[in-house]
């Protein structure tokens, strides 16, 4: 999984992303971080990051993002979809397939 930052968050305005939004003492990131891995094993045709809420402002800001964990689905730097909070497994892949999908 891609480590990105405010001075790298431009990476993001090319393709198809899934960016999963985490701070360090957030005790639900781990379980997502480790669902989000798996994801990108099956090597998906979009890419996968995350970025530290708290040490990323600028992003924070960009994309309305309120707390952790939370999940985006970008295309081309553009938001598509975000899954704010924990959710069910099931529903992180539904957007990973809908992420997927011939536009």
């Known amino acids: 999984m891609i480590s ?3 001075e790298t968050i431009h990476t993001l305005q090319s393709g198809s992303w899934l960016l999963f939004y985490y701070t360090d003492w957030c005790p639900l990131c781990p379980k997502l971080k480790e669902l989000l891995e798996a994801m ?4 998906p045709p979009f890419s996968i990051a995350q970025i530290d809420f708290e040490q990323c402002p600028r992003s924070v800001q960009i ?5 952790v964990p939370t999940v ?4 081309n ?3 598509l979809e ?3 909070g924990m959710r069910p497994a099931e ?3 539904a957007l990973a397939a ?3 999908a011939p536009a």
């Not at 990108?40 to 090597?43: A, D, L, R, Y």
């Not at 985006?72 to 295309?75: I, K, T, Y």
């Open 4 to 6: 990105l930052q405010d």
């Open 40 to 43: 990108e094993q099956t090597k």
């Open 63 to 67: 994309y309305g993002v309120v707390g």
């Open 72 to 75: 985006l689905a970008l295309s």
């Open 77 to 79: 730097g553009a938001l």
């Open 82 to 84: 975000a899954l704010p």
């Open 91 to 93: 529903q992180y892949n």
């Open 98 to 100: 809908r992420l997927a």
